[in-house]
C-alpha cells in the first residue's frame, strides 16, 4: 500500500507541475491524480468528483491533496474533504514542494505531509549575486 496523491490547482498548473516533476525523475512514485478547477466549473460537481478521486486514491494509507493559493476554489474545495490522518491538504504547491513529495513516496503521510511543506518553503530562496572582489 502507498499514499494517494491528488492535485487540485486552477487551470493547468497542477498537471504541468506533476508533467514536469515526472520529467525530472523520470518516475511517478504514487498513484497520483490531477484535477483542474476553471472558472466556469460547478462547485457542487468538483467536489463529488473530488471524493471520487479521493476513494480512487485510498489505499488504505490516506490521501495528501496539493492544491494552490489557500482559500480558493481548489483549496476550499481540498479543505471541505480534509480528514486529518486520513486525508490531509498542503496549500501553495510547487515544484520543490511536489518533487520532495515524490522523493519521499514510501513515508507514512504524516510525515510525506511534513515534507511537502519543508519543500515548499525550502524551496522559495531569494536569488543574490555573490560580491566580488
Known amino acids: 500500500m502507498s499514499i494517494g496523491l491528488l492535485i487540485i ?14 520529467n525530472m525523475m ?23 468528483t473530488t471524493q471520487r478521486l479521493i476513494a480512487q486514491l ?3 494509507d490516506g490521501v495528501l491533496v496539493l492544491t ?18 486520513r486525508i490531509n491538504v498542503v496549500a501553495g504547491i510547487n515544484l520543490p514542494m511536489l518533487v ?8 507514512d503521510l504524516k510525515e510525506l505531509t511534513s515534507k511537502a511543506i519543508s519543500g515548499g518553503k525550502d524551496g522559495i530562496v ?3 549575486k555573490a560580491e566580488t572582489a
Open 9 to 22: 490547482t486552477h487551470n493547468q498548473v497542477g498537471h504541468t507541475l506533476l508533467q514536469t516533476a515526472v
Open 26 to 48: 523520470g518516475i511517478c512514485p504514487l498513484s497520483t491524480e490531477v484535477m483542474a478547477v476553471t472558472t466556469d466549473c460547478d462547485p457542487d460537481e468538483l467536489r463529488t
Open 58 to 60: 485510498d489505499q488504505g
Open 68 to 85: 494552490d493559493m489557500f482559500g480558493s476554489t481548489p483549496s476550499n474545495i481540498a479543505y471541505d474533504l480534509l480528514d486529518e490522518g
Open 100 to 107: 520532495r513529495v515524490l522523493n519521499y513516496a514510501p513515508l
Open 126 to 128: 531569494c536569488c543574490r
